[in-house]
């Protein structure tokens, strides 16, 4: 596919579960972002990855949080231990160095019941 | 710290008339702005963008200035469409960084 792709595109989970969300950017595209977004807030910028450097890692709420992203590849974000206030949208994006554009993945809606 | 604030968090216009939506930002190193619009249950989708080195860009029905002695940009929808309501997302970029900085969004609802 042309866009970025995100998967599952929704996810409920109990309470101290961990889950794994799934992020597909676009082809070449060496950034690649994750941001969430809870009810009613804005964009909460989380990690931030590009080409071979160390990610930005500044916006992870907790140590609970991690991502990885193999190259310029798949990037995968894990919460573990879930817990209610994680439940958002978690949206992921990729820009290609030569731009600043960011293009946006159609997210994941996570659930902590 | 809140680096890119949109002050309102709702504005409804009439269709056919001009939507003016504002950002402010508090880094003045910031030199690259982007609006973004969101529709429910969609991901953000880029829309405009301007550097600083520009006060004006312009493109068809949207058109962004930027103030940058003010540290304000604002987005101009003229005329507006029914189509044009959704939340709408500025955003910031620091110099040599990619990272976008975004402000909370304006929900923007245009009435018949």
């Known amino acids: 596919g042309a866009g970025v792709s995100q998967s599952p595109s929704n996810k409920v989970t109990e309470k101290g579960k961990d889950v794994e969300l799934r992020c597909d950017p676009i082809?070449?595209?060496?950034?690649l972002y994750w941001y969430r977004q809870r009810l009613g807030q804005g964009l909460e910028f989380l990690i931030y990855?590009?080409?071979?450097?160390?990610?930005?890692k500044s916006g992870l709420p907790s140590d609970r949080f991690s991502a990885e992203r193999t190259g310029e590849s798949v990037s995968t974000l894990t919460i573990q231990r879930t817990q209610q206030e994680d439940s958002a949208v978690y949206l992921c994006?990729?820009?290609?160095?030569?731009?600043?554009?960011?293009?946006f993945g159609q997210g994941t809606r996570l659930t902590v019941v | 710290d809140q680096q890119v604030k949109q002050n309102s968090p709702s504005l409804s216009v009439q269709e056919g008339r001009i939507s003016i939506l504002n950002c402010d930002y508090t880094n003045s190193m910031f030199d690259y702005f982007l609006w973004y619009k969101k529709y429910p249950a969609e991901g953000p989708t880029f829309l405009i963008s301007?550097?600083?080195?520009?006060d004006k860009n312009e493109d068809g029905r949207f058109t962004v200035f930027l103030n940058k002695s003010a540290k304000h940009l604002s987005l101009h929808i003229v005329p507006s469409q029914p189509g044009d309501s959704a939340v709408y997302f500025c955003?910031?970029?620091?110099?040599?960084?990619?990272?976008?900085?975004f402000g909370q969004g304006t929900r923007l609802t245009i009435n018949p």
């Open positions: 990855f590009q080409g071979n450097s160390a990610p930005d």
């Open positions: 082809s070449g595209h060496t950034a």
């Open positions: 301007i550097s600083s080195i520009k």
């Open positions: 955003a910031a970029s620091l110099r040599g960084a990619q990272k976008l900085v």
């Open positions: 994006a990729s820009s290609s160095r030569q731009a600043t554009e960011a293009f």
